[in-house]
């Protein structure tokens, strides 16, 4: 591989990168926050690969080249010739790997993480840390996320949640007991170190959905709680009254 080639490669990483950035396809990727560092990384990669090209395409451009009379230089037959010519020199092969995450991004829209990842790692509240969350906001039901809920049910057993019904979104996924459980993937920084919130149903629960099926439910706080199979976490359960099947949000992570 030239360095044409790993510049045009790396035109069209940029570009990937750039184009996710762009689009609602970076979230399934990284947090929200982290989208103007994307798209910046992704220009930069651009004119990087811009600015290569046009250092490696410089001298095979026509210019007017003036040549004195008597400047020629003349090489005899039995002499060698300089020392370089006639060689050609190769970067290693390895350099076309980077297709592949150019091919991924540009082809490949890779689901969220759903259910399977849920099953197989542990819950991500734990019950020893410190609460001092505010009274919830006023309305009927209050729509919080399920990392607060979550949260309000462990550290402070409900207290500032009380008799009020909640509206939460998640994904539908088969617990250990064969009964549903409402799960949410938790970002600290991308994809790759996502951590679920898991929360038991109890009341009306969601029958006969299959794994990862989106749901909004309405309910209030129960002082039920499980325990997480996967790292022995406890789990709060919420009192399901209603729930209803809606669309995979645009941001799938919390």
Known sequence: MNRQAQAVILLLFGGAVVRAGVTDLHLRYVKAGLQPFLVAAGLALVAAAVM?????????????????????????????????????HHEPRVGWLLLLPVLGLLLVAPPPLGSYSVSRAGTTISADGLSDYPTLPPGDPVRITVLDYASRALFEAGESIGDRRVQLTGFVVTGPDGQPILARMVLSCCAADGRPVKLGLTGQVPAGL?????????????????????????????????????????????
């Open 52 to 88: 290569t090209l046009w250092y490696e395409l410089r001298p095979l451009l026509p210019r007017r080249v003036s040549t004195p009379a008597r400047s020629a230089t003349v090489v005899s037959a039995d002499e060698p010739a300089p020392a370089g010519h006639g060689h050609t």
């Open 210 to 254: 299959p794994d990862d099926t989106w749901v909004e439910v309405v309910g209030r706080y129960t002082d039920r709680i499980g325990r997480d199979p996967v790292n022995d976490a406890e789990i709060p359960f919420v009192d399901v009254e209603t729930w209803r099947e809606v669309p995979a949000p645009k941001q799938p992570y919390e």
